[in-house]
C-alpha cells in the first residue's frame, strides 16, 4: 500500500465522530458489540477476548461545537469530558454497548457516575486501579478489578470469558505494542521519515480498528516510510509530555514540528504502549495483566508513584534514549494531574541541565501562531546552546 493512502486512511479514521469504522465491523456480523473506553489504560485484552471491538473515545477534538455538553461541567475544568458528553447526546456513540472509565482523575471519576444517569441502557463501569504495588495487595486488587469486568462482558455475551480466551487476546496485543515500540524506535531513529504528526494519525487508527488490522497497518505504514527518501533537516529532537489523556489537536503537533523540532517520544494514545514488556501468555492471565501493570507500565501523571525519588526518571529516561535534546510540556489546560506534576519533573530536568519549556492547550485549540512561535524559539535556543 502506498503512504499516502495508508495516512489518507488513518486522517480518515480520525475526522469520522460518527464512528463508521465501529458501525462496519459490527455490521459485518450480526450480535458483535463494542466497548468504548476513555483514555491513559483499560485492559483492552478482556474486551477483546469477549470477542467485543474496544473503542478509543478521546473527545471530539477541534471538530465539533461543545453545546448541550457546557451544561453538565463546569468551564474551569478540561475539555475533553464535556465533548465526550456531546458525542453520546448527539447520537455519535450509539454504536456502542458500554463504556469504561479508567481511573485518571476525579473528573473522569464523575462522568463514569453522569453516564450512568445518561445512558441507564449501557453497559457503564469505572475500573479502579492499585495504589499500592505488592502483588499480594495491589496485585489481587487489580486482579480482582479486572475479573469484574470479565463478568460484565461474559453476561453482555452470554457466556464465560474463558483463559484461553484471554490468553490469545494477550498475544495479540503483545504483537501490537510490539508493532508499536518498533514504529516509535525508528521514529527516534529518523523522525524526518516518519513524522509525529503521521505517527500520531497511526496510532489514533488503532482506536477504531481491531488490534490485529491495526498491527498490521502499523507495519504497513513502516514498510511505506522505509521506502521513501524525505529531506533531513536539522531540527531539534525534542520530547513532547503531558498530552496522555485530552489529545492535541493535529494543528498543534505540525506546527511543533513546522517551528523546527523533531519529536522522537511521547505520550499520545498512551493505552497502546502503556505495557511496557510482553505479557506472559502462560498461567493466569489476570495475574500476568495484574503484575504487567504493577511492574512493567509507564510513568504518567495519573499513576500512583510509590516512591518520591523515582519522580522524573522515567522522562529522563526517554530523554536518553531517544537521544533528545529538550523537552516540551504540553498539557491541557485545567488538567490537574499534569499541571501539579510539571513543577517536579522540570525540577528533575533542570538539575540534570536538560533544557524545556511548556504550555497549555485545549483539544479545540485554534489559534497556533503562539504555540509555533515558542516551540521555534525553544530550538533555535537548543541549537545555540548545543553549539556553545
Not at 77 to 85: D, K, L, M, Q
Not at 86 to 98: A, I, M, N, S
Not at 161 to 176: G, K, P, S, W
Not at 202 to 216: F, I, K, M, S, Y
Request: with cysteine; aromatic share 10%.
Amino acid at each position: 500500500m502506498k503512504l499516502t493512502d495508508i495516512v489518507a486512511r488513518c486522517e480518515h479514521l480520525f475526522e469520522d465522530l460518527d464512528f463508521n469504522a465501529v458501525k462496519e465491523w459490527k455490521a459485518a456480523q450480526p450480535g458483535r458489540m463494542a466497548i468504548g473506553y476513555m483514555p491513559i489504560y483499560v485492559p483492552r485484552e478482556i474486551i477483546h477476548a469477549a470477542g467485543m471491538l474496544p473503542v478509543g473515545i478521546y473527545g471530539g477534538g477541534d471538530q465539533i461545537e461543545v453545546i448541550q455538553g457546557d451544561a453538565y461541567y463546569q468551564s474551569y475544568i478540561c475539555r475533553i469530558p464535556r465533548s465526550t458528553v456531546e458525542l453520546g447526546l448527539t447520537g455519535r456513540l450509539d454504536c456502542l454497548d458500554g463504556m469504561l472509565f479508567p481511573s485518571i482523575c476525579d473528573v473522569i471519576r464523575n462522568l463514569s457516575g453522569m453516564w450512568q444517569l445518561m445512558f441507564k441502557d449501557k453497559y457503564v463501569h469505572y475500573v479502579d486501579v492499585p495504589q499500592n504495588y505488592d502483588d499480594s495487595i495491589g496485585g489481587e486488587f487489580y486482579a480482582h478489578e479486572m475479573q469484574q469486568v470479565r463478568e460484565d462482558l461474559a453476561k453482555l455475551r452470554g457466556k464465560p470469558i474463558t483463559d484461553d480466551e484471554l490468553r490469545a487476546a494477550i498475544a495479540v496485543y503483545n504483537d501490537n505494542r510490539a508493532a508499536i515500540a518498533e514504529l516509535y524506535a525508528y521514529r527516534a531513529q529518523a523522525p524526518w521519515q516518519a513524522p509525529t504528526s503521521e505517527v500520531y494519525l497511526v496510532l489514533r487508527a488503532g482506536l477504531v480498528l481491531p488490534p490485529e488490522a491495526h498491527t498490521q497497518l502499523v507495519r504497513d505504514y513502516l514498510a511505506a516510510v522505509k521506502a521513501e527518501q524525505r529531506p533531513k533537516k536539522d531540527n531539534a529532537r525534542v520530547v513532547l509530555t503531558g498530552a496522555f489523556c485530552e489529545q492535541p489537536p493535529l494543528s498543534l503537533i505540525k506546527s511543533i514540528e513546522m517551528a523546527g523540532c523533531y519529536v522522537v517520544d511521547d505520550d499520545f494514545v498512551l493505552v497502546s504502549r502503556w505495557l511496557r514488556e510482553p505479557v506472559p501468555t502462560d498461567g493466569d492471565p489476570l495475574t500476568a495483566l495484574s503484575k504487567a501493570f504493577l511492574h512493567h507500565s509507564v510513568q504518567s501523571s495519573p499513576k500512583y508513584d510509590e516512591r518520591r525519588e523515582d519522580k522524573g526518571k522515567f522522562l529522563l529516561h526517554q530523554v536518553k534514549t531517544r537521544g533528545a535534546e529538550g523537552v516540551i510540556f504540553a498539557a491541557p489546560s485545567f488538567c490537574d494531574p499534569a499541571l501539579l506534576e510539571r513543577p517536579m519533573l522540570q525540577e528533575v530536568l533542570a538539575k540534570h541541565k536538560v533544557p524545556y519549556t511548556a504550555f497549555k492547550y485545549a483539544e479545540n485549540t485554534g489559534q497556533m501562531a503562539p504555540i509555533r512561535e515558542q516551540a521555534g524559539t525553544f530550538a533555535d535556543s537548543i541549537k545555540l546552546w548545543s553549539a556553545a
